[in-house]
């Protein structure tokens, strides 16, 4: 990881830890069948593959390059962001920020602390599908389940990658603003905060075996759009990776908006009741 190189790349050292956190916990997990860089789709290779109890699960892992969404977070603003596609969302906001947010037309506005908008990842998450769909083969039988990692940096942004899949105009919906059959090949995706583990980690006391995926917030989901049923193969997937997906399923939520579940969840569920898998905020 970045042994060579004049100057320490962030980024890249980031992604790399996330892919080999998650192949070497896999790989000491499943020692017998464990594969790394699985040829499944010749020339292109997956990250990492294993079997149990009948079952082959191939793993494409992405880790997206957050230095941008963390620019606009440290930032002396006021921050808009909307879960899912919609179509207005760009006049909606110039309109806020010619109207509310500027001195001119409103003088209560401060002129230091203008409206800004937070990345939007929807797209990054449309070509992490459409990679992983082309080194998944065409031809999966019923036991044999692709699954497409994605790596995110804090609980915010782990429910809005949920709604890049399920919300309005969501990849994995019907109504997906790109063709599903582009990306079917992909059974299940892993959305996982291990990158939030590593991400200033000397900075979280309450974290610790960071190399270690176990130990991470995990939550699976299955793609609805996918070619095969395989439902099999994906509940032994959830019986195998540790996950909170069914207990998000079933949190009994008794404020708050339902948009806003898997955020509930952590800081209700577990971050209330001292179980640290994100490092709480001040």
């Known amino acids: 990881m970045q042994l ?15 892919e080999t956190t998650i192949c070497a916990t896999l790989g000491c997990m499943f020692p017998d069948s464990f594969v790394y860089e699985r040829k499944i789709n010749p020339p292109k290779d997956v ?3 294993f079997k149990r109890d009948g079952f082959t699960f191939n793993f494409e892992i992405k880790c997206p390059d957050y230095s941008k969404k963390q620019d606009i977070d440290d ?16 006049s909606i906001v110039e309109r806020l920020q010619r109207e509310v947010f500027n001195v001119e037309a409103n003088p209560n506005a401060d002129p230091d602390k203008p409206l ?20 998944f083969a065409d031809d999966c039988q019923e036991n044999e389940l ?5 790596c995110c940096p804090d609980r915010m942004s782990m429910q809005a990658w ?3 899949m399920f919300g309005l105009q969501g990849l994995l919906t019907p109504g997906s603003y790109h063709p599903p059959k582009d990306y079917s090949n992909v059974d299940s995706v892993i959305l996982t905060n291990v990158y939030h583990r590593h991400y200033d980690y000397k900075n979280k006391d309450k974290l610790s075996d960071h190399w270690d995926w176990r130990r991470s917030f995990n939550l ?21 990776i540790p996950n909170h997906s069914l207990e998000v399923m079933s949190f009994d939520m008794k404020t708050g908006l339902e948009e806003m579940r898997i955020v509930h969840f952590i800081v209700e569920e577990l971050l209330a009741k001292g179980e ?3 490092q709480p905020e001040i």
């Open 146 to 150: 692709n699954v497409l990692v994605v």
């Open 4 to 18: 060579n190189g004049e100057s320490f790349d962030e980024p890249k050292y980031l992604q790399a830890a996330c």
């Open 116 to 135: 800004i908008k937070q990345q939007h990842m929807d797209n990054k998450l449309k070509d992490f599908l459409l990679s992983a769909h082309g080194k």
């Open 47 to 49: 990250d990492c593959s």
């Open 276 to 278: 640290y898998y994100f």
């Open 75 to 90: 930032a002396h603003a006021f921050k808009v962001g909307a879960f899912g596609r919609m179509d207005d969302y760009q």
């Open 220 to 240: 699976i989901f299955s793609n609805p759009l996918r070619k095969r049923e395989k439902k099999s193969a994906s509940w032994k997937l959830v019986d195998l």
């Open 162 to 164: 949920f709604f890049y």
